[in-house]
């Protein structure tokens, strides 16, 4: 096409230049072009297509879509992997030749002075309008240059289809490879779809070649002439003009100007890499590296060009000739290319610009304007989201404000997903550093909400989607400007109050209701920028946010998921689950009021089984709105592939906490919700994540983990207590959900925290002094080093003791805490450590004060502490609110720690598979020589006379039972150790048999001693028993 028309250029350039011609209608600009009417005319293909005879040509087969067959094998003719790679090679410089001539001839018509009047240049530009159809018809095969922008809709969806199957001639990695890209690009829905094409028979464009096409049709398009534009676009199809929309959509990514830092850090990685290069060809050219080595490394590594060229010394494709030219620039030369690409970005949206105007009043009376609308605004969206200039944004703001004026019913009447990504941006834009654009942002934000006003003299699903646009600004957005934000609403007041023509509504009322809102949103984000060091407190901030909007399901919704990102950050996946499975149960809890599905979950209820905290979500109050009222449960949560959306990532965080037995839960609403849509594909996915969720749980019962593990053992206050088989059977475990301490904070400096106390879940395996390591260190640089003191003992504080100036951090390692009749249903290590509400922990005290003493005045404080919530909870500290204290007599404290020795000495010897060391120091510390003092002490000091007091009648006889099962449980340690040990064991066997008859001989006359009042004989049976009386169960007088 390029020598095509360089000779048809040079046979028409006198008669274009000559001042004889009539002068063809020039760019007009944007308000003239808003007062010209709509043209319809015959049609005008034929300048802008080529006809079957140019396309034969062979000059025409560098930008030819179809000619491109013709060099790749068609599925009728198929060749070897390596020839269609050639072939794939041979159409990549082919166009890549074709398309730098077309943008040097352009360059030279721009630069060319005879040109500079706009009605020659009009004419010029006919010449090459057949480029149009031509990049539209190359659409999908164009590479995506930006970093932060995927695939658009059509490529996205072109590629899903088209894979690697059989009938595509060219593997998938090749052609990325040719497009410039190793890995394959992330797909994401676009502005707009479109029906699949066939299966791909060509190679893709390198993002260089795309771009430099994609400015050659910007060009034809600015300095083409206006009337034929609209003639062509009255024409197309509507799936044409979606495809010419996506086409803008993507100049708008392409250009999009990301600033001088990103400029310097791509060039100098491009220099390092040419370094690199020329430090590898001096190897090569020193002998250092060697022929062969040089082409293996080479083989291994990914070529720009594919992973089947095996081609070595051909020059114009080496390896290093890609850099080898390029030089580190100096800082003037990086300011004038921020420059060049500043104006370069602007120039091409004002261009994207001036063609939505056009396709706008083209459609106007278009029976499919609608689904047209919607694309034209997506791309001023995306234009808005581009780290646009000040100047372009202007034109933009006007440009929809005019649209949306117009067209209202493209926001109010069908989904709110515009009218929601609008709300956002405008938002974003409020809170800019420069003046004009926070101006027009708030213009065309108050003229959003008189308009929405105008239709029903509410603004409510504006409202709604400002309010949500701002939380998910304040829980996501790094650059956003508190102070910007706030002028920006003042100026939407001051509209809103000298709206003459709404002075008799409640307009300004309403608008000022919202500003209201929004400053408090506002007040609460300055706190969380101060708390941002602060993990706990940010994230309770943000929990308040949320439980203020218990009322408003699309606001709470919107800061539970923020909630859930700020946990996934942190890898806090159980928090980051629970948060998930709130928002699905507040969903699930408003499509109940909504509609009646028998297989969706009925309201929060049907989560009760994965936590018992979602019964929260419900919407049981009386200012609980309604979501049939308008903009209300209006976002795409709020339906049933949003609610499959939510349940399918809390069970992806599950997974990653490792919490198995939840994602079982999760997976039981799910599946009937795919099997009434029958499905079967996801039910397979689902089926399959479940066989591997249950596989994890029963390999790790397999490999010893502690389900089977006794009740979890607190401090012991006895002496003789060892500790290394309590850290044994914990280190049996494989999954650690989590470590928990009580936190208690004491000191007017801590101001709302004051005096309240939290039990904080720290990640597994966490010690005492690490968390009060991160604490101090966190308040010290807060209030100062000499301020902030932790108190080390777990004992009551007394304020009236503390110094007011200092601010005083209590720390105690707590467990969870169940009573018996909890154990029955708390089986397996993940019953004992989800759902938490009761934790416990104990004191040790004498009655002088002292923490120990001997063993009859010992005294044991249990503390059991329950919380707001159960743990795990959106939060990873939650609220002390009721606190109980036991406190144990001696005699009770023997007892307690009796029984804790009599649990390890079943668990050691019942435990599969056997463990004979741990078995082996178990027995140790119990009948070892050097502990034989510890038990036989206790029972000398307990049993060895009848206590006085009647009261202690039964913790003598409970503690002779103890011993007596203590006793029982050590000879049937001592037997099973005997089958596991070796012959060099044998002596140390009998050293230990010897030891436990020691301490039987020496505790039986302890244990043989009965107290008489506890053994008073019961009266005789009598036939004649009287009921009344119940002497049955009475004992008698003595």
Request: glycine share 4%.
């Amino acid at each position: 096409l390029c020598l095509n028309k360089i000779l048809f250029f040079k046979k028409g350039c006198d008669s274009i230049a000559t001042p004889g011609l009539p002068p063809a209608p020039i760019l007009l600009t944007r308000g003239e072009r808003a007062s010209r009417p709509t043209y319809v005319t015959n049609s005008v293909h034929c300048p802008f297509q080529l006809s079957e005879s140019e396309h034969g040509r062979p000059c025409l087969t560098g930008l030819d879509a179809r000619s491109e067959g013709s060099m790749v094998a068609s599925p009728h003719h198929p060749v070897s992997d390596a020839t269609n790679s050639l072939l794939c090679l041979r159409a990549f410089f082919l166009h890549k030749k074709a398309v730098s001539t077309l943008h040097n001839l352009l360059c030279s018509h721009d630069s060319d002075p005879r040109y500079s009047d706009s009605a020659v240049r009009a004419q010029v530009a006919q010449l090459y309008l057949p480029l149009i159809s031509i990049v539209m018809e190359a659409l999908p095969r164009l590479c995506d240059c930006t970093e932060t922008h995927g695939p658009w809709g059509r490529l996205a969806s072109v590629l899903a289809e088209e894979g690697d199957g059989p009938g595509s001639t060219i593997s998938h990695s090749v052609a990325m490879a040719i497009a410039g890209s190793p890995l394959p690009h992330s797909h994401r829905p676009g502005p707009a779809q479109m029906p699949s094409v066939p299966p791909r028979q060509y190679s893709m464009l390198s993002a260089e070649v795309s771009r430099t096409l994609l400015v050659c049709l910007l060009w034809v398009v600015k300095n083409a002439e206006g009337a034929l534009l609209y003639r062509w676009l009255a024409d197309l199809s509507t799936l044409q003009v979606n495809r010419l929309l996506d086409l803008l959509y993507l100049c708008v990514s392409c250009f999009e100007y990301k600033g001088k830092k990103t400029l310097e850090r791509i060039n100098s990685l491009t220099f390092k890499k040419s370094l690199d290069m020329k430090a590898r060809l001096e190897e090569a050219i020193l002998g250092t590296v060697g022929a062969r080595q040089e082409m293996v490394r080479r083989s291994r590594e990914r070529s720009p060009f594919g992973n089947h060229e095996n081609v070595r010394w051909r020059k114009n494709i080496a390896h290093w000739r890609q850099n080898s030219d390029k030089v580190d620039k100096s800082k003037d030369e990086m300011e004038h290319e921020a420059v060049v690409e500043g104006n370069l970005a602007t120039e091409a949206n004002m261009v994207v610009l001036d063609t939505l105007e056009i396709i706008v009043q083209t459609v106007v009376l278009s029976e499919a304007k609608e689904s047209v609308l919607s694309g034209v605004l997506r791309v001023l969206l995306h234009g808005m989201a581009c780290t646009p200039s000040a100047a372009f944004l202007q034109h933009c703001f006007a440009t929809q404000r005019a649209l949306v004026g117009k067209f209202p019913e493209m926001l109010f009447e069908e989904g709110t997903e515009l009218c929601a990504d609008l709300c956002l941006r405008l938002l974003r834009h409020c809170s800019s550093r420069v003046g004009t654009i926070r101006t027009h942002a708030s213009a065309s934000l108050y003229l959003l909400m008189r308009q929405n006003f105008e239709i029903g003299n509410n603004f409510a699903r504006v409202k709604m989607q400002v309010t949500m646009s701002l939380s998910s600004l304040v829980g996501t957005s790094p650059n956003f400007n508190e102070e910007h934000l706030r002028r920006s609403l003042k100026t939407i007041l001051t509209y809103a109050e000298e709206d003459l023509e709404l002075r008799d509504t409640t307009f300004a009322e309403q608008v000022q209701d919202l500003v209201f809102n929004l400053h408090m949103i506002l007040t609460d984000t300055v706190k969380m920028k101060e708390h941002q060091e602060d993990p706990e407190m940010l994230i309770d901030l943000m929990y308040r946010i949320a439980k203020g909007y218990q009322a408003s399901p699309d606001l709470r919704l919107t800061w539970l998921k923020n909630m859930a990102a700020k946990h996934a950050e942190r890898g806090n996946h159980a928090e980051a689950a629970q948060c998930l499975v709130h928002s699905a149960a507040l969903v699930a809890e408003y499509l109940s009021m909504l509609e009646d599905c028998p297989y969706l979950p009925v309201g929060c209820v049907s989560f009760q089984n994965i936590s018992s905290n979602v019964l929260e979500e419900s919407a049981v109050s009386d200012d609980v709105l309604s979501p049939d009222e308008e903009g209300i449960c209006s976002g795409k949560y709020f339906t049933e592939q949003g609610l499959v959306g939510l349940l399918e990532q809390a069970a992806a965080s599950f997974t990653m906490g490792g919490l198995y037995e939840a994602v079982n839960e999760v997976y039981k609403i799910l599946i009937p919700i795919h099997e009434a849509n029958r499905d079967f594909q996801k039910l397979a996915v689902l089926h399959g994540k479940l066989q591997d969720a249950f596989n994890k749980i029963t390999s790790q019962v397999l490999c010893g983990c502690c389900d089977a593990r006794p009740p979890s053992p607190t401090p012991s206050t006895l002496p003789w207590s060892p500790t290394a088989p309590r850290q044994s059977t914990t280190a049996l475990s494989r999954r650690m959900f989590g470590t928990y301490f009580r936190v208690g904070f004491y000191g007017p400096k801590f101001g709302d925290l004051d005096e309240q106390e939290f039990v904080y879940k720290e990640p597994s395996i966490t010690k005492l002094a690490e968390i009060s390591h991160r604490l101090e260190e966190f308040y010290a640089e807060r209030f100062g080093d000499e301020v902030v003191e932790i108190i080390k003992d777990s004992n009551p504080v007394h304020k009236n003791k503390l110094d007011p100036n200092k601010a005083y951090i209590q720390l105690t390692y707590v467990e969870p805490f169940f009573d018996t009749y909890e154990l029955k249903d708390r089986i397996t290590y993940f019953d004992k450590n989800y759902n938490l509400r009761t934790f416990m922990f104990c004191t040790p005290f004498t009655l002088d004060g002292r923490a120990h003493g001997d063993l009859h005045e010992q005294f044991k404080r249990k503390t059991l502490l329950t919380t707001s919530h159960a743990f795990p909870y959106i939060r990873t500290r939650i609220n002390v609110t009721h606190k109980e204290e036991i406190i144990l007599i001696p005699i009770e404290v023997a007892i307690e720690d009796m029984q804790k020795k009599t649990q390890e000495l079943a668990f050691a010897t019942h435990q599969d598979p056997a463990d004979a060391k741990m078995l082996q120091m178990v027995l140790q510390g119990c009948v070892g020589t050097t502990v034989n003092q510890g038990p036989l002490e206790v029972a000398q000091v307990f049993l060895a006379e009848i206590p006085e007091d009647p009261k202690l009648y039964r913790h003598h006889n409970k503690l002779r039972l103890c011993f007596k099962d203590f006793t029982k449980r050590c000879e049937d340690a001592l037997r099973k150790n005997k089958t596991l040990i070796g012959p060099d064991q044998r002596d140390y066997h009998r050293e230990l048999e010897r030891n436990y008859q020691r301490l039987r001989e020496a505790l039986h006359p302890l244990l043989s001693r009965r107290i008489s009042q506890l053994y008073t004989p019961v009266a005789p049976y009598s036939a004649h028993r009287n009921s009344f009386s119940r002497l049955s169960l009475r004992k008698t007088e003595a």
